[in-house]
């Protein structure tokens, strides 16, 4: 039994419509100790995407640098988030393996 449940963006707003392998989207992570998390996250191939858009708007001195999302996955994907979750809480709370821009917040 997992100790989270999650709200997964490309499942509330307009499912269906997202490219599970080359977008990016938010997450939210319940604890069932009371502990939630935001989470921005990217799949590997939206990260040229954005590069390129960046490239021909003029965004981050034209793509010369990106600020990294909170997670990085190979797929937007229930199976996929669950299991990428699970690990990391394997691993340790998410506020100590993910980067630095993680907290977690317990007065919401």
């Given at each position: 039994m997992?100790?989270?449940?999650?709200?997964?963006?490309?499942?509330a707003?307009?499912?269906?419509?997202w490219?599970?392998?080359n977008?990016?989207?938010?997450?939210?992570?319940?604890?069932?100790?009371g502990?939630?998390?935001?989470i921005?996250?990217?799949?590997y191939?939206?990260l040229?995407?954005?590069?390129?858009?960046?490239q021909?708007?003029?965004?981050n001195?034209?793509g010369l640098?990106?600020?990294?999302?909170?997670?990085?996955?190979?797929e937007?994907t229930?199976?996929?988030?669950e299991?990428?979750?699970?690990?990391?809480?394997?691993?340790?709370?998410l506020e100590?393996?993910?980067?630095t821009?993680?907290?977690?917040r317990t007065d919401?």
């Amino acid at each position: 039994m997992k100790d989270f449940e999650l709200w997964l963006e490309f499942e509330a707003v307009d499912p269906g419509n997202w490219d599970v392998t080359n977008d990016f989207c938010n997450i939210h992570v319940q604890m069932k100790d009371g502990r939630e998390y935001g989470i921005n996250v990217w799949t590997y191939n939206v990260l040229t995407k954005i590069v390129e858009f960046d490239q021909k708007n003029g965004n981050n001195l034209n793509g010369l640098y990106q600020i990294p999302p909170d997670l990085f996955v190979k797929e937007l994907t229930r199976d996929c988030i669950e299991k990428t979750i699970q690990d990391l809480l394997d691993i340790d709370d998410l506020e100590k393996v993910l980067n630095t821009s993680i907290i977690s917040r317990t007065d919401i």
